[in-house]
């Protein structure tokens, strides 16, 4: 089975950058590759709804991003280390929140949760003002 792992959260200043990084594992028992899918981020605020941040189509590089962290998040993978990456730059508090990483076997780019096949356990950012 895919397992998930994200690192990279901390707490930060306003206007500071993080990059959060997500280690996907266990392709071996499964038909598809890590290029066959597509690599989400989400988030949940307290108090909030799980909310789609960017996903990135693996093989062909396409991105898709929330308005609300436009031109501030980049969001980029390295087939060859199965990773997916999002950096954060211009961090304002409302940026808090456990940050997921999901994988969806297809070529979809969606904030879907439901599509998604599988989700790390979270990592925490904070960004006090």
């Known amino acids: 089975e895919v397992q998930l792992v994200e690192s990279g959260g901390g707490l930060v200043q306003a206007g500071g950058s993080l990059r959060l990084s997500c280690a996907a594992s266990?392709?071996?028992?499964?038909?598809?590759?890590?290029?066959?899918?597509?690599m989400g981020w989400f988030r949940r605020a307290p108090g909030k709804e799980r909310e789609g941040v960017s996903s990135?189509?693996?093989?062909?590089?396409?991105?898709y991003y929330a308005d609300s962290v436009k031109g501030r998040f980049t969001i980029s993978s390295d087939n060859a280390k199965k990773t997916v990456s999002l950096q954060m730059n211009s961090l304002k508090p409302e940026d808090t929140a456990v940050y997921y990483c999901?994988?969806?076997?297809?070529?979809?780019?969606?904030?879907?949760?439901?599509?998604?096949?599988?989700w790390g356990q979270g990592t925490q950012v904070t960004v006090s003002s």
């Open positions: 266990g392709f071996t028992f499964d038909d598809y590759d890590f290029d066959d899918y597509v």
């Open positions: 999901a994988a969806l076997r297809g070529a979809t780019l969606t904030f879907i949760e439901a599509l998604y096949d599988y």
């Open positions: 990135v189509n693996v093989r062909y590089n396409m991105t």
